[in-house]
């Protein structure tokens, strides 16, 4: 029986939207403070400038690579080996993000590198669970 993406859990709630495939490009969700006009990501619970309320809001889903590392020592979390970590600007909202790199892309690593937000199975929980995680690859 095929595995479904929506029956593996997110590693996290509420960092990403996950429309059905091929529908649209998940997005990462973020947070939107309308006092300071300013998108955060990951959302925090108050807005880090003036502690006001925090609203749900996409920060984008395409971006260029402002950083990288690619990471050679025993991965956690079941990551494959190696991995790469990389900083991303997003072009919707300007915020630079941190998050992982397609492990299948690693040799295409560069910066200025165009990519996309990708979903899929990655890892696992730390019980050896799978989980779901958001991870840029190279737009095709
Ligand atoms: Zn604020």
């Known amino acids: ?4 993406l929506n029956d593996i859990p997110p590693v996290a709630p509420g960092i990403f939207t996950l429309p059905p495939y091929d529908e649209a490009s998940p997005t990462l969700l973020g947070g939107y403070c309308p006092d300071c006009d300013r998108r955060y990501f990951p959302r925090p619970k108050h807005c880090p400038g003036c502690l006001g309320p925090i609203q749900e809001t996409t920060v984008g889903s395409a971006g260029t690579i402002y950083s990288y590392t690619i990471v050679r020592i ?5 990551f494959p ?16 993000v ?27 929980n730390g019980q050896g669970e799978p989980r779901l995680r958001p991870y840029f690859t190279p737009r095709k």
């Open 1 to 4: 029986m095929e595995t479904k």
């Open 74 to 78: 025993k991965p956690p979390l079941g």
């Open 81 to 96: 080996s190696p991995y790469s970590v990389v900083y991303v600007d997003l072009a919707e909202s300007g915020l630079r």
């Open 98 to 124: 941190f998050g992982l790199f397609d492990p299948e892309a690693i040799d295409q690593l560069r910066i200025g590198l165009e990519v996309n937000l990708a979903v899929e199975p990655l890892g696992h």
